[in-house]
């Protein structure tokens, strides 16, 4: 049941908005859980490897499903 916690709907909002939630959800997490953020902003596809870079969480996955790219981030 903890892991629907881990999930961030950050359709509809736009750059740098999805990537700054990630950031605060992120912070409330232990390393190494992860986090699902969906998101629909065609920026997010270049911003959130570069986040995830940038700031030692592992990208684990992302993916297309129809219109919304979801994303797997494992926090460091």
Same mark, same amino acid.
């Given at each position: 049941m #903890? *892991?629907d916690?881990?999930v /961030?709907?950050?359709t509809?909002l /736009?750059?740098?908005l $999805?990537?700054l939630?990630?950031r *605060?959800? /992120?912070?409330s997490? #232990?390393?190494?859980?992860? /986090?699902?953020?969906h998101a629909d902003?065609?920026?997010a596809?270049?911003?959130? $490897?570069?986040f995830?870079?940038e700031?030692?969480h592992?990208?684990?996955s992302?993916?297309l499903?129809g219109?919304?790219? !979801?994303? !797997?981030?494992r926090k460091?």
């Amino acid at each position: 049941m #903890t *892991k629907d916690l881990n999930v /961030l709907d950050a359709t509809g909002l /736009l750059c740098p908005l $999805p990537v700054l939630k990630a950031r *605060k959800r /992120l912070q409330s997490l #232990t390393s190494g859980e992860m /986090l699902t953020m969906h998101a629909d902003d065609p920026a997010a596809i270049v911003d959130v $490897p570069h986040f995830c870079s940038e700031t030692g969480h592992h990208l684990v996955s992302s993916e297309l499903d129809g219109p919304v790219q !979801v994303y !797997v981030i494992r926090k460091k």
